[in-house]
């Protein structure tokens, strides 16, 4: 950030795993940037993602006709219907 012509950055530390730290490391050196870059990158790129919004069913009407040999009057006449689709998949 910029302030009257000058650099601002804030100091700060915060703890991470040995592990992430290597792979951090590693990562950085491979794409030869260090691991400030590194992180302000990864930083801003997870900042700036647009955000997920809550997801809406969007129904739609189907006007076609219904299958008139499709017995829905009752669950045992579909099942009987629909062959054995049930157990190939539930067993």
């Known amino acids: 950030m910029r302030l009257n012509n000058m650099l601002v950055h804030m100091r700060t530390s915060f703890d991470i795993p040995d592990e992430l730290f290597r792979r951090a ?3 950085a050196a491979g794409a030869g940037i260090s691991l400030r870059e590194l992180v302000v990158r990864a930083l801003t790129a997870h900042l700036d993602r647009p955000k ?3 997801y809406v069913f969007d129904w739609r009407v189907d006007n076609a006709p219904w299958n008139k040999d499709l017995p829905l009057h009752s669950r045992e006449a579909l099942e009987d219907y629909l062959g054995s ?3 190939d998949l539930y067993g």
């Open 52 to 54: 997920a919004g809550k």
């Open 25 to 27: 490391k590693k990562a």
């Open 85 to 87: 689709w049930r157990k």
